[in-house]
């Protein structure tokens, strides 16, 4: 059986990793933002950006997350463009492609600026989310506790109640926070018709009514601040639709790179952004897409497959699993 590695040599071998990787982050991110104070994307240029983003439609791709790592890792490439502009110009693309020009190799900077501005308002609306999302529970759990109570009230009551049983059969059926807030509503409109039984229940049964009545609003205006709302999910396709710019980008360039460059060292410079072995098709394939693989990532960077995908919640609010 092979010895296992001590602790002190895991955490050595893990700071090293680490302070590689900040190393290569802290390069790529003075590349990256090079010549900042003098360049923003203006108004009238993200305008056009988002038209040519909305054009794609339903043919975006789904943006895997790692902001920071992946505009530098476009920003490295969009570099190298506008270095070797002169030959990548002149690249024989096929008659049904237009041509490279350097107005695309510098407009490439416009598209990784697009993501990062529409992630950031993405993750802006996705923030105001789960806080909603977590002030929603304890109001959610008193109200379940009193629905329970409630409905062992009438289980009693309607005993010998067919049209009754029914009732509380609905109120009983569907799981959720939507659900929820509609069968407080549902409960309530039938503690209405039963008051004056209510009122004599010996187990504070109308004091929980008033309570729930108190409780139904407040459920009702959390639960529309937990659900992602039109424009939240306008501002997630947005993001999409941008990244999606970014990678198609990239992809002429490597195209262009790989003519000109190809069995040089200078291609390593439009290698394609590493991706965990095994990550699903919604997710950037354009390592294996393009027959790259991971050895054709500079040496100074360190692997995607250490960390894990972001989540993040559906229009429901709901968590769910990165496509």
Known sequence: MAPKASPTATTSRTTKAAKKRASSDAEGLALSSRGA?????????????????????????????????????????????????????????ADDEPPLTREEIRGFRDKIELLRATQSRWQAAQQRQERAAADFQTPAAEAAQIKQALLRFFDLRFKKSPEGQKRLMAIRAGSGDADLVQDVSDLLLLCSEHAEALQKAPRGEAAAVARLRELSPVLARMLADKTFTPEAQRSRKLRDAAYTLVVHAERRLRAAAEYWYAGTDKLKDYAPFPVARGASAGGEEEGEADGASEEAEPEDSASEEAEPEDDEPDEDGDDQESP
């Open 37 to 93: 104070a003098e360049y923003t994307l203006s108004p009238d240029r993200e305008a056009e950006l988002r038209r040519e983003a909305e054009s794609l439609g339903d043919s975006t791709m789904y943006f895997p997350g790692k902001l920071a790592r992946r505009v530098i890792w476009s920003s490295r490439i969009q570099l190298a463009a506008e270095r070797d502009a002169a030959d990548l110009v002149r690249t024989p693309f």
